[in-house]
């Protein structure tokens, strides 16, 4: 029950902070930089089956191991380890291999990953570790 409640709160708050990014970066970052190579329209099944995965690594990286130590700390530097290292993983090689893709944007999505993740990460072992002792 415990990782259902990690992985739920993990979903949860990851979901409603990247909507906020997403809805200021899409217009102002991503479309005005490298909107030639952006779909025409958002595809939910690929979305859908990234944070399926990727709030998967999140519990097994970031949260269970602050919960483990009963430190919320722990979670929120683990989130964010998590969140550089896919962010970068994900935005260097786009720069590396796309024409349009630009430093700015790497930049900018590697500190959001970072945020994002590592605080998403740390309201989830929050409240896992509130409603499981």
């Known amino acids: 029950m ?13 979901g409603v902070l990247d909507s906020f990014w997403l809805r200021w970066a899409g217009p102002n ?4 930089i490298i909107g030639e190579i952006l779909a025409d329209s958002f595809r ?23 919960i483990e130590s009963g430190q919320v ?9 998590l969140g ?5 993983t994900f935005d260097l090689t786009s720069q590396a291999v796309m024409k ?10 590697i500190a959001w ?7 998403a990460s740390a309201v989830a072992a929050w409240v896992t570790l509130k409603f499981t002792g």
């Open 29 to 32: 970052l991503y479309r005005p």
């Open 113 to 119: 990953g970072t945020f994002a993740t590592g605080t």
């Open 84 to 88: 550089f290292v896919c962010y970068a």
């Open 73 to 81: 700390l722990t979670a929120a530097l683990n989130g964010a380890i």
């Open 100 to 109: 349009v893709w630009s430093t700015q944007i790497s930049i900018a999505d």
């Open 44 to 66: 939910m099944g690929p979305a859908l089956a990234f944070y399926f995965i990727y709030i998967g690594g999140m519990v097994y990286f970031g949260i269970k191991p602050g």
């Open 2 to 14: 415990k990782w259902i409640i990690a992985y739920v709160a993990a979903a949860i708050a990851f």
